[in-house]
């Protein structure tokens, strides 16, 4: 994301300056909210770590200097707890400062280590720690800034750092030290370890996004290639079809008025699929939100319907008044209509269900013929298949169905009912104000 919405922000000169990049104080790094709970996890785990270490050496008999090393972790325990507060009230989508946390975790670490032997303090590993973590967040100048400042903290250590001692004055066991190592080796191991998982689960979730958004979008531009086609059908057919209307009209005053009423009633017939198909590629480009109510949509529906097939569809309306966007509902419900009737026997009544489910409608459409296939069930939606026969449809209506479900927000689910024939559930999103 940041790729892609870096050219827009070099546009409207809001690349920082290149000094700020290199110190660091504009870091882009990686997955910024996955970052931000790592990074105060990892704060936690630290603190509670050096106060239970600074414990357990203090047991053991080693001189602890408790007001400088307790202070340093408390004021590491307050500073974590304000940082998670400032985070949730942002919702973890922390931009900048991360560099500065790093920074100060390292100087905190710097003064711990003056105080209790300086780099002859196994715990001294936990620069390797901070590092790394600096390694898969910051900019590669910022990595090698901290880098530098550690070498430095490491040489004034090096220098200025007080000698472990045990509280008789003697020095620290080499088996002590020993242990030591291997305690802060463990530690330092499975703070990296959480941080490579946790980067490893959301490679893992961006993964999976990646490709779900690369099939949304294939879908997506088929579909605007048939909706481009269909509004450009509509355009072209548009003019001669008026031009029919109108001579139809003057043919109305000669003796052949019959044969001129029908000419009109079908150029009208013409210019509502027209008028269908301009709704349909507004919809899929988001042009058409208009608003309108159920029933209303409902009935438009079933008058474009034959009267024998109307007769056939069993109406249960329980949404009657709630408000729905118009614009391709009418021919989505035809075609998922139209499918029902053709798959169940002459006889065989159709359901239509309108029902609403927290704030979204289901339009639950059941019959009662043979269902759908293994491999329609796999491929349905997909444009160009069919459970008819060759040459009576062409296998888009589910696909323009699918296609306008996800332009609003919405979803459509099909399967075979237990009891004989499919279901299909097309949810839409209810708007919150119904049409004046």
Known sequence: MARILMPHATHLNLTPPRWRRWLGLSEVWAGGAL?????????????????????????LGVEVPWWQCGGAVVLTLITNALLEWWLRQIRWEMKDGFFHLVVWDALTLTFLLHWTG???????????????????ALRASAVVGLGLLTTLACGWLWQKALPLRMMD???VPEERLTQGF????????GFVLTLLLAL?????????ERERLRRELDARERFLSVAALATGFAHELGTPLGTIALAAEEMKAQPDAETAAIILREAERCQKVLQRLRELGQEATGRSTEPCIVWRTVEATLNELPETQRARVKLELKAKDAPVACAGLREALLVLLRNALLASADEEKVVLRVETASEALRFIVEDRGTGFS???????GEPFRSTRDPGSGMGLGLFFVRRLAASMQGSIEVENLATGGARVTLTLPQLTSAPS
């Open 200 to 208: 490893r689960r959301r490679s893992h979730r961006l993964q999976k």
């Open 118 to 136: 300086g780099l002859g303090n196994p715990f001294a590993l936990f620069y390797l720690v901070q590092l790394t973590l600096a390694a898969v």
């Open 374 to 380: 293994d491999e329609m069930l796999r491929h349905w």
């Open 169 to 171: 004055g003697s020095a």
């Open 35 to 59: 970052s931000a709970r790592v990074l105060v996890l990892l704060r936690w785990l630290a603190a509670i770590g050096q106060g239970l270490t600074l414990y357990i050496v203090w047991r």
């Open 182 to 189: 291997f305690i802060a080796l463990v530690l330092a191991g």
